[in-house]
Every structure is written in C-alpha cells, then in structure tokens.
C-alpha cells in the first residue's frame, strides 16, 4: 500500500488542508485534488474513484471530505482503515468539521497524520499513541528549563544574601552610633513588655549591650510566647521589633520581589529567621506526632482495589535533660491494625503495658528541634481493608457526548468518620486551547493549562457538606481522557486513634510537659 497524499476539501473543491507522503511537485498534487470533485458522483454508495494512474478513497465529514489518494495497487481494505483512523483524528483535533475548524487546527492534524502514515505505509498505532505522541514532551526543552530555573534560584539565594549583608551592616551601624541607648536603665524597657503582654522566662536584656543587641533579644522574645490571640488589642511583637531596629529599605526591597511574584521569606537574618522557624512548631519540652498515610485506589466503576494505611509516631525533646522518659500510650482497639516498634524499643514493655521506651533505660532519646518532620520514630503501623466504607472519600465521575461537546459531572461524597481539610481533587482533561467552560461548582476551581489539569478546591468537607458536584464542558473527548482522578486532603484524626496517655520520667521528679500532634494524610488516592 502507498498512499501518495491525505487531504480534506470541501465540496466545491477547495482545498483545506494536504500532506504528501511522496515526492511529488505542487502541480501534480493541484491537478489530483482539482480533479476528484468532477469524478464524484452522486447518489453512488461507494467510498472510492479510480482514474488511470490513481484510487481516490473518501470519506463525508458534513460538507467536506477527507481523502485519500493512492496508487491503483494499494489494498483497498487497508485504505478504508486508514481513513477511519484519520477520521477519528479528525474529530478529535478540529472542534467543528468546517473550513474554519479545520483551518485553526490545520498544523495539528497535519503533524497527526504523520503518526499515522511514514513515507506511504501506515503505521500500527491508535488513536491515543497519536495523542500521546504529538503531546511528547522534548528532553531538550525540559534540560533548557532546569538550567533556567537553577539561574532563578541561584539569583534568588544571592539577593537574600545580599539582603542579610545589608541588614547587618545595618545592625553594626546602629550599635556603634548610639551605644550608650541603655544607660537610661533597664526598668523602663521591662515595663514597655508588660505593657505589651511580653512574657520573658530569660535572663532580661543585659546593662549595656547597644541597640543592636536589644533589636536581637526582642526578635527572639517575640518568638518565646506560643498561643497567643491574634486579636490582641496591644501592638504586635513584630512591629514592635521592626520599629526598634529593621531595616525599612531592606523590607521595602523584599516587598518589591513579593509583588513580581517571587517567594521570598519575610525574616531574612539567619539568627532570628532560624529561631522562629524552629520555635514555632516546638513550644512544649515534648512533643509527640501521630500521623498517617493514606493509600487508596478507586474503580471508576465503583468498587475498591488497594486501600492501605501507614502510620508512625514520632518523638522530639527540645532539652536534654528530659530525655530520660517513657511514653505511655493507649490506642484505639482496632483488630486490623499491626503496630511494630523500633529496634531499640523494649518490646515485651510494649506489649504487657503499651508504654514505649529504650532497652537501655540509663539511655536518654536524642533531643534538639526537628521541625514539623524531624524527631524520632517510635512505633510503626498498618492497616489492610476491603470494606469500602472505610474510605474517607469517593469520587464518581461521568463523562458524556453530545453533538460537539463533552458533559463531564463529577461528585464527592465523604464519610462521617472525618472532617476533611484543604481538598484539591485532580482531573486531567484532554489538551485544551483554553480552559474548561465549568458549569456548576461546589468549592473553587483552577485550570493548569501546562499540565491539563483542572484542580477542583474544598477548603472543608465537614457535615455541612457531605457531599457535593461539579459540571464542566470541554470538546469532544474519550471518557478515558479525565482519568486517573488524584485527590488531596488533610485531617486532624487518624484511623488508630492513637493517644499519648503520659510521660514518665525514668529519673524521678514532674513529667515534663508534652503535647500530641495528629494527623492524616494522602499519599496515592486516586480513582482509576
């Protein structure tokens, strides 16, 4: 089979679009397709002309034609396949089967096409290879854009640099011009924080440290009281301390880079930015972090494939003088989950009196900040299901056809066992030249034109709002196109019901204080 060239005319004989896949000159190939509409009859059933030296295989898209033009030795049946595939492409890449239409998509289809056929052969391949093929993604484009995002971040790292040589200069300057500040005593300094509800378990600000040293040790007072109102009638630390001894150019300059988009973090100095990122999230001696992974895959036709849920606890001390403990713990009973403790654990402690603690009990734990993710892992859990009602979340999605245009409805519906938090469910669409025209919608949507992602938002699914849809409309698609749906959430309880029931010193004296920290979260959810 060689088919010398694929077009799409209109009736009158127009020609819209053509790809030769053989040498041939500009005449020849006019001549050919000025020809075909004079050899078309009406009334005639079949799909094909034949003249001396060529076949003519058509096919009626509305008022055009697609067309084939082949040597009068090709396979006929191979032929009408490959029309039918082309046909299908058509409809897919060209939003309406008119001269418009075809004129606005004309580089897509052609690029289609050469999927299709290679120097007048067809090639094996369907429709969604095609789609896949022509959506590829160029290596050397993506290497392009990881270099010039490096450059960006490199550029960003030397302006935050930049900008903390600038506020320390700043600092030093101000120390050496008014030095003597704090002769005026420090009575009046600890009254300004009482008056500001500022409260210091400290040693106080020194007998003459300068103005530089006060802006510090007010930064790191700030970040000392945890819990605080927000709403407070007084005026906040922050201003207060920005007042005393930042640098308003620097903050204007970072402000400046806020506005063009980048994401710059407000403290700049090393010292005082360290300090509130690692004391905000630690405010009690112990803290002890319950958090679990969610696992689960959807049938879109309903039903459940894998669920599965991964939970640890972790520990973090802030002092090493509480390392010296145990943790007695108490969980929620249930019979489908399998808890394992860490090697240096005393398991038989575990198992007689749920309390965790070290084989060697003259050992402390490791102490120091962590973070949200740092501390040490403690114990580890999982838990298998089937039961569909223990999935947190189910999404139904149906996808239909009408004339021109696809009609996709998408519904949640969650469970009672959880209030969910900061819900982004995924779709991907089709490649689309603009966004989805989104009918109706429970929540907020946002259209990731570069990833051909429609990301629907529910800040919180609680029993206000069990359940909820969202409709959209997009051109014609396969129903296999809006799959597989990922979806994100957050949650303040877990399935083990895991609690921190007590500290127990192995030293004697008061447990020190603890706090618990719980959370579930999603690692691969998504309805396939």
Request: aromatic content about 8%; overall charge negative; proline content about 5%.
């Amino acid at each position: 089979m060689v088919v010398l060239a694929a077009s799409i005319v209109s009736k009158s004989g127009k020609v819209l679009l053509s790809r030769q896949f053989v040498d041939m000159t500009r005449i020849r190939i006019e001549g050919l397709l000025a020809a075909f509409p004079k050899l078309v009859g009406t009334g005639k059933q079949h799909t094909y002309v034949e003249t001396e030296n060529v076949r003519y295989v058509y096919q009626p898209i509305e008022a055009l034609y697609l067309l084939l033009v082949t040597n009068k030795q090709s396979n006929i049946l191979e032929d009408l396949e490959t029309l039918r595939l082309l046909s299908k492409l058509v409809t897919e890449y060209s939003y309406s089967p008119d001269e418009e239409g075809i004129g606005k998509s004309a580089f897509e289809l052609i690029f289609a096409f050469d999927e299709v056929i290679c120097l007048g052969h067809k090639e094996n391949v369907t429709v969604a290879q095609v789609k896949q093929y022509c959506e590829m993604e160029s290596h050397e484009e993506k290497l392009h854009k990881l270099v010039l995002q490096s450059k960006i971040n490199e550029t960003k790292d030397v302006m935050k640099r930049k900008a903390s040589e600038i506020d320390k200069s700043k600092i030093d300057k101000n120390r050496g011009d008014k030095g003597g500040f704090m002769s005026m005593g420090s009575g009046r300094i600890e009254t300004g924080f009482s008056e500001l509800s500022i409260s210091s378990s400290g040693s106080g600000f020194g007998s003459g440290s300068g103005f530089g040293g006060l802006t510090t040790d007010l930064d790191s007072f700030s970040t000392k009281p945890k819990g605080r109102q927000p709403s407070s009638a007084t005026a906040p630390p922050k201003g207060f301390g920005m007042q005393l001894g930042k640098s308003q150019k620097t903050n204007q300059f970072l402000e400046s880079l806020k506005a063009e988009g980048e994401l710059i973090v407000d403290d700049v100095q090393p010292k005082v930015g360290t300090s509130r990122v690692a004391a905000a999230p630690l405010t009690d001696p112990v803290t002890l972090t319950v958090e679990e992974k969610l696992n689960v895959t959807l049938k879109r036709d309903g039903g459940i494939s894998n669920f599965a849920v991964e939970g640890t606890l972790s520990l973090q001390i802030l002092n090493q003088e509480d390392g010296l403990i145990q943790v007695q713990i108490e969980t929620g009973g249930n019979p489908g989950i399998l808890f394992k403790t860490h090697p240096n654990m005393n398991k038989e402690l575990f198992s007689n009196e749920n309390i965790l603690g070290l084989k060697d009990p003259n050992r402390p734990f490791p102490t120091g900040p962590g973070g949200d993710e740092g501390g040490v892992g403690l114990l580890k859990w999982r838990m298998q299901s089937a039961d569909e009602s223990m999935v947190p979340l189910t999404i139904n999605c149906w996808p239909s056809v009408s004339g021109n245009e696809t009609y996709v409805s998408i519904e949640y519906e969650a469970s009672t066992m959880f209030d969910l938090q900061n819900v982004v469910i995924s779709v991907p669409l089709p490649a689309l030249r603009e966004a989805p025209n989104v009918r109706q919608i429970d929540g907020e949507w946002r259209y990731d034109s570069r990833n051909s992602i429609l990301e629907w938002s529910i800040l919180l699914i609680d029993n206000s709002n069990r359940s909820g849809s969202m409709e959209f409309v997009v051109p014609p698609a396969d129903s296999s196109a809006f799959f597989p749906i990922s979806v994100g959430f957050l949650a303040t309880s877990t399935y083990s019901d895991l609690k921190v029931a007590n500290i127990i010193p192995l030293r004697g004296g008061a447990a020190p204080k603890f706090s618990q920290r719980t959370k579930l979260i999603t690692g691969n959810y998504k309805v396939v």
